[in-house]
């Protein structure tokens, strides 16, 4: 398999955990309701759903990354 | 008449774009502006910024809407173009450092904020639109600063920064157009279009001048502006995925915002044949550019083909994330 075909199914990896990572975020995650009117749970729920975010959006830029060495492995580096 | 407006704008972009091109390349000639192509055997040297001609291209139908119709959206987009022009020029005059840029491009954001030019809520494939009321002013201003930078980013070898932007344009025309139903928001892409497709002609291989910072950002920028106004996010967003992809590993091999003139090891190499050859060095970044080349030697113009055609690739599957989001 060459190089180019392994980076059309990088995209395509990309966009379909994209989508998934798009309906995590903001159609569970973002519109997760707060537990009581409160000010101080409104703010953790807030800062929770922030964290939650940006972890599974670090995770998805991590094995992008993953993808990209064994790319690199396989052809530059072999 | 507003219609022919719309069709006839495009038209008049691409040919300030096309003439402002051919009146610049020999008046930065003139004043020594001029860079090497280290992708070519003999080193020529070639003109740049072509910036100022991209963005009178782009700016100039911005205003003309704006005057004809007083929207203030094409207010905004005018001034966010500006604003990442001005910046974009004194990085291609001084140099910027990589984090300074990225941080200035922030600014180009504040029109759309202010003027609110934005809606809201996002639409998603199956699920329908979901409202964002705090977040969404977060993203439209993180939006300039990404794609514009991400853009710059693109513009590796000789044709593919405005290939990728004619294809980005282009899914983003048929997007609004065919599949949205939204005819008169189409003037944006259709702009963005013809001003690449002027600067493609005089920027493909082999290039007779380089888009410099202050033409990709403007770019970049131009784009940004028209995916939140046209409510294109989504799936410009997955058009948008070779640059993304390319950005991040650039990011993830320098470890942070480093101008590419400082970048000490180059990833990619020239052979005795003039062919394009990828560094072994561990050392040099693992970029997309050095993923193409990857394959083996290579001419310029087969590794451009090899990245517009990924971006073709992400269009066709933007345009396929739009069709399920009419289902």
Not at chain 1, 3 to 17: D, E
Not at chain 2, 30 to 41: A, G, N
Not at chain 2, 181 to 201: C, H, N
Not at chain 2, 205 to 219: N, Q, R, T
């Given at each position: 398999?060459?190089?180019?075909?392994?980076?059309?199914f990088?995209?395509?990896?990309?966009?379909?955990?994209?989508?998934?990572l798009?309906?995590?975020?903001?159609?569970?995650?973002?519109?997760?309701?707060?537990?009581?009117?409160?000010?101080?749970?409104?703010?953790?729920?807030?800062?929770?759903?922030?964290?939650?975010?940006?972890?599974?959006?670090?995770?998805?830029?991590?094995?992008?990354?993953?993808?990209?060495?064994y790319?690199?492995?396989?052809?530059?580096?072999? | 008449?507003?219609?022919?407006?719309?069709?006839?704008?495009?038209?008049?972009?691409f040919?300030?774009?096309?003439?402002?091109?051919?009146?610049?390349t020999?008046?930065?000639?003139?004043?020594?502006?001029?860079?090497?192509?280290?992708?070519?055997?003999?080193?020529r040297?070639?003109?740049?910024?072509?910036?100022?001609?991209?963005?009178?291209g782009?700016?100039?139908?911005?205003?003309?809407?704006y005057?004809?119709?007083?929207?203030v959206?094409?207010?905004?987009?005018?001034?966010t173009t500006?604003?990442?022009?001005?910046?974009?020029?004194?990085?291609?005059?001084?140099v910027?450092s990589?984090?300074?840029?990225?941080?200035?491009?922030?600014l180009?954001?504040?029109?759309?904020l202010?003027?609110?030019?934005?809606?809201?809520?996002?639409?998603?494939?199956?699920?329908?639109?979901?409202?964002?009321?705090?977040v969404?002013?977060?993203?439209?201003?993180?939006?300039?600063?990404?794609?514009?930078?991400?853009?710059?980013?693109?513009?590796?070898?000789?044709?593919?920064?405005?290939?990728?932007?004619?294809?980005?344009?282009?899914?983003?025309?048929?997007?609004?157009?065919?599949?949205?139903?939204?005819?008169?928001?189409?003037?944006?892409?259709?702009?963005?279009?013809?001003?690449?497709?002027?600067?493609?002609?005089?920027?493909?291989?082999?290039s007779?001048?380089?888009?410099?910072?202050?033409?990709?950002?403007?770019?970049g920028s131009?784009?940004?502006?028209?995916?939140?106004?046209?409510?294109?996010?989504?799936?410009s967003?997955?058009?948008?995925?070779?640059?993304?992809?390319?950005?991040?590993?650039?990011?993830?091999?320098?470890?942070g915002?480093?101008?590419?003139?400082?970048?000490?090891?180059?990833?990619?190499?020239?052979?005795?044949?003039?062919?394009?050859?990828?560094?072994?060095?561990?050392?040099?970044?693992?970029?997309?550019?050095?993923?193409?080349?990857?394959d083996?030697?290579m001419?310029?113009?087969?590794?451009?083909k090899?990245?517009?055609?990924?971006?073709?690739?992400?269009a066709?599957?933007?345009?396929?994330?739009?069709?399920?989001?009419?289902?």
């Amino acid at each position: 398999m060459n190089n180019f075909t392994r980076l059309i199914f990088l995209v395509t990896f990309a966009w379909v955990t994209l989508i998934l990572l798009s309906y995590v975020i903001f159609i569970v995650i973002v519109p997760f309701p707060a537990l009581s009117n409160t000010f101080f749970d409104r703010f953790i729920v807030g800062v929770l759903k922030v964290l939650l975010s940006a972890i599974l959006f670090i995770l998805w830029l991590l094995s992008l990354l993953l993808l990209r060495n064994y790319i690199a492995n396989k052809s530059i580096f072999k | 008449m507003q219609s022919i407006i719309y069709f006839l704008l495009p038209i008049i972009s691409f040919t300030i774009t096309f003439l402002t091109i051919i009146l610049l390349t020999p008046f930065l000639v003139k004043r020594s502006m001029v860079v090497i192509d280290f992708h070519k055997k003999d080193h020529r040297m070639v003109p740049k910024p072509a910036g100022p001609a991209i963005f009178l291209g782009l700016a100039f139908p911005m205003i003309i809407l704006y005057f004809l119709t007083s929207e203030v959206k094409f207010l905004a987009t005018f001034l966010t173009t500006l604003i990442v022009f001005v910046i974009g020029l004194v990085d291609d005059l001084k140099v910027l450092s990589g984090s300074l840029k990225m941080i200035l491009t922030v600014l180009g954001s504040l029109p759309l904020l202010i003027f609110r030019v934005y809606t809201p809520s996002i639409v998603f494939p199956f699920f329908g639109p979901t409202r964002l009321t705090i977040v969404y002013p977060m993203i439209v201003l993180l939006t300039i600063p990404v794609v514009s930078n991400a853009i710059n980013m693109i513009d590796v070898y000789n044709g593919t920064l405005g290939g990728a932007c004619m294809i980005l344009s282009l899914s983003q025309f048929i997007i609004i157009a065919f599949i949205f139903g939204r005819p008169d928001q189409a003037v944006f892409p259709l702009t963005l279009f013809m001003a690449s497709f002027a600067f493609y002609i005089f920027n493909r291989y082999p290039s007779k001048i380089f888009a410099g910072d202050s033409g990709s950002l403007v770019l970049g920028s131009f784009f940004g502006a028209s995916t939140i106004i046209t409510r294109t996010e989504i799936p410009s967003l997955f058009a948008f995925v070779p640059a993304i992809l390319n950005g991040f590993y650039i990011l993830a091999s320098i470890k942070g915002f480093v101008e590419h003139r400082r970048i000490k090891e180059r990833p990619i190499m020239l052979n005795d044949a003039g062919l394009l050859e990828v560094s072994k060095s561990k050392a040099a970044p693992v970029t997309l550019a050095r993923l193409i080349v990857a394959d083996g030697p290579m001419p310029e113009w087969v590794a451009s083909k090899r990245i517009i055609l990924l971006f073709l690739y992400s269009a066709f599957l933007s345009i396929i994330t739009a069709m399920l989001m009419r289902w």
